[in-house]
């Protein structure tokens, strides 16, 4: 069996805070220059995993990008929102496909760190999105082929295909993924035996266990899962649950797993672990379509700059045509 401890997972996805930091402003710089130089962002990707960048669009004699043209990039906090809202969406297609937690959270986990790699001004989430759960089935042992994905959510399957390698390839293929629905199923098991001998309703802790899965997740559409191992984004979410529930003390339960096992760090530690967890819980906002409206149209530009011309035009037409059909209903009364 796979040991945490001693898993890429462990060793190479998990991060301090600026660390996270740096790796986000990184691909979002490398994106604004790709359009400071070619005039869009978008990349091409072939089937075997290889790029293609944009034509340049030169301007003038002195075949200089005209930047004054130029769309305006997505910054920092408009990346993240979008990362949001296809987290969101991929456990929206998992619910809907009726895949075990496992695979939305495996899925979940290597968009998040594709995008560690890459801006979303490089690659659109929502073909990534569908490539991540494909990828995540077939790990987690639940093929669905890419035909019946992109037919269950009306997509191109063909979308699916082309960006597996570049995924693959961007997770350095570490493909095994350790998440914390399973650490919730252990943590609960011993919580029942830890009050047998005072309490044994049942019911409870099964309630206790449906909570913390929904409040797990909360927890994957945060950074979290980038910056805590999955068994204390467990517990944050178990110690949340009991406080809906009250099934045992949980800082005693605390205490004795600590007196059972031997660890490096103190029960501080991992309460001001689990305090940090919940911090980045309740300041995440899941955003709205209607939220996402002017964001996607930033995207679209930094895509096609073109498409922002086309979209300009069909605005003053409507327009005209707004204006065109009130002068003619303010003219008919003169009529009469």
């Given at each position: 069996?796979?040991?945490?401890?001693?898993?890429?997972?462990?060793?190479?996805?998990?991060?301090?805070?600026?660390?996270?930091?740096?790796?986000?402003?990184?691909?979002?710089?490398?994106?604004?220059?790709?359009?400071?130089?070619?005039?869009?962002?978008?990349?091409?990707?072939?089937?075997?995993?290889?790029?293609?960048?944009?034509?340049?669009?030169?301007?003038?004699?002195?075949?200089?990008?005209?930047?004054?043209?130029?769309?305006?990039?997505?910054?920092?906090?408009?990346e993240?929102?979008?990362?949001?809202?296809?987290?969101?969406?991929?456990?929206?297609?998992?619910?809907?496909?009726?895949?075990?937690h496992?695979?939305?959270?495996?899925?979940?986990?290597?968009?998040?760190?594709f995008?560690?790699?890459?801006?979303?001004?490089?690659?659109?989430?929502?073909?990534?999105?569908?490539?991540?759960?494909?990828?995540?089935?077939?790990?987690?042992?639940?093929?669905?082929?890419?035909?019946?994905?992109?037919k269950?959510?009306?997509?191109?399957?063909?979308?699916?295909?082309?960006?597996?390698?570049?995924?693959?390839?961007?997770?350095?293929f570490?493909?095994?993924?350790?998440?914390?629905?399973?650490?919730?199923?252990?943590?609960?098991d011993?919580?029942?035996?830890?009050?047998?001998?005072?309490?044994?309703?049942?019911?409870?802790?099964?309630?206790?266990?449906?909570?913390?899965?929904?409040?797990?997740?909360?927890?994957?559409?945060?950074?979290?899962?980038?910056?805590f191992?999955?068994?204390?984004?467990?517990?944050?979410?178990l110690?949340?649950?009991?406080?809906v529930?009250?099934?045992?003390?949980?800082?005693?339960?605390?205490?004795?797993?600590?007196?059972?096992?031997?660890?490096?760090?103190?029960?501080?530690?991992?309460?001001?672990?689990?305090?940090?967890?919940?911090?980045?819980?309740r300041?995440?906002?899941?955003?709205?379509?209607?939220?996402?409206?002017?964001?996607?149209?930033k995207?679209?530009?930094?895509?096609?700059?073109?498409?922002?011309?086309?979209?300009?035009?069909?605005?003053?037409?409507?327009?005209?045509?707004?204006?065109?059909?009130?002068?003619?209903?303010q003219?008919?009364?003169?009529?009469?």
């Amino acid at each position: 069996m796979a040991d945490f401890q001693t898993s890429t997972h462990r060793s190479t996805w998990i991060f301090t805070p600026q660390d996270l930091l740096e790796k986000y402003q990184a691909s979002n710089q490398r994106a604004i220059k790709t359009l400071e130089q070619y005039g869009a962002t978008r990349l091409e990707v072939d089937v075997d995993g290889s790029l293609s960048y944009p034509k340049p669009q030169f301007e003038g004699k002195d075949n200089v990008v005209d930047r004054h043209s130029l769309p305006k990039p997505l910054n920092a906090e408009e990346e993240q929102l979008m990362r949001v809202f296809y987290e969101h969406k991929i456990q929206e297609v998992c619910g809907a496909f009726g895949f075990p937690h496992k695979i939305q959270a495996t899925a979940i986990i290597y968009f998040k760190r594709f995008y560690l790699q890459w801006s979303v001004m490089e690659h659109h989430p929502k073909h990534i999105m569908l490539t991540c759960v494909y990828a995540s089935c077939k790990v987690e042992e639940n093929h669905v082929s890419a035909e019946e994905l992109g037919k269950g959510i009306q997509q191109d399957h063909q979308v699916i295909l082309n960006n597996e390698m570049i995924v693959l390839q961007s997770l350095g293929f570490d493909l095994i993924v350790f998440a914390p629905y399973r650490s919730i199923e252990g943590f609960v098991d011993d919580m029942e035996d830890f009050c047998q001998a005072t309490d044994g309703k049942v019911q409870k802790f099964k309630d206790l266990r449906e909570t913390a899965k929904l409040e797990v997740d909360r927890t994957m559409l945060t950074d979290a899962p980038l910056l805590f191992p999955p068994g204390q984004l467990a517990l944050a979410a178990l110690r949340r649950a009991t406080e809906v529930h009250k099934v045992l003390d949980f800082e005693r339960y605390l205490e004795s797993i600590f007196s059972r096992q031997r660890s490096t760090h103190t029960i501080s530690e991992l309460i001001g672990s689990l305090n940090a967890i919940d911090s980045w819980v309740r300041e995440l906002k899941i955003p709205t379509a209607k939220d996402m409206r002017h964001i996607d149209r930033k995207l679209k530009n930094c895509w096609d700059p073109s498409s922002q011309d086309d979209s300009k035009k069909r605005e003053k037409r409507s327009k005209h045509k707004s204006k065109r059909s009130s002068n003619e209903g303010q003219a008919a009364p003169s009529i009469l």
